[in-house]
């Protein structure tokens, strides 16, 4: 049988796990609960870690922003979607998108399509750009900057 977290032991190991990295108090709550901390427990240690700025909302879409597009290499939909999915203010979000700009954005995902259509195996133009189109949705990268990068990696001539 799984054990009930206490109060003390709960703040402990949530203080120690958002001063080490950047948490949303979503992701601190889902925590909690799955450590069967109670109801008013959990409300209590999410006031204490935003009031002592363990939590930071701006600091953590800021931080979100950067990692995923650095490291991860997600296009802005895919972020601000998990974003949003993890409550993070509306306002936030956009402010913490400033930071890709379309320049970098879209050299990034040059350079992605520019590795997936090396992978490809296939070599029939139109099989290559759906495939092309397929990995950089599912990155989260916006349609008209994709259509624009996919047309010029690969030309389709129709003509016989």
Known sequence: MDKIMDYQTALSKTTTI?????????????????????ETDIKKITTYLKQNNYINHHRFA?????????????GSRKIEYELKS??????????????IL?????????T??????????????????????????????EQN???SIVNNLISIDFED
């Open 86 to 99: 993890r409550r993070i203010e509306s306002s936030l979000i956009q402010e913490a998108l400033m930071q």
């Open 62 to 74: 800021q931080a979100f922003v950067r990692d995923k597009f650095k490291f991860n290499r997600w």
């Open 112 to 141: 992605i399509l520019q590795e997936k259509l090396n992978q490809i195996k296939n070599k029939t133009p139109l099989l290559q750009k759906a495939s092309l189109i397929r990995h950089a949705v599912s990155k989260g990268y």
């Open 102 to 110: 379309d320049e970098s954005s879209y050299n990034q995902l040059k």
């Open 18 to 38: 958002c001063a080490g990295s950047e948490h949303c108090e979503f992701d601190i709550s889902q925590k909690l609960y799955r450590w069967k901390v109670s």
């Open 145 to 147: 900057m994709i259509y």
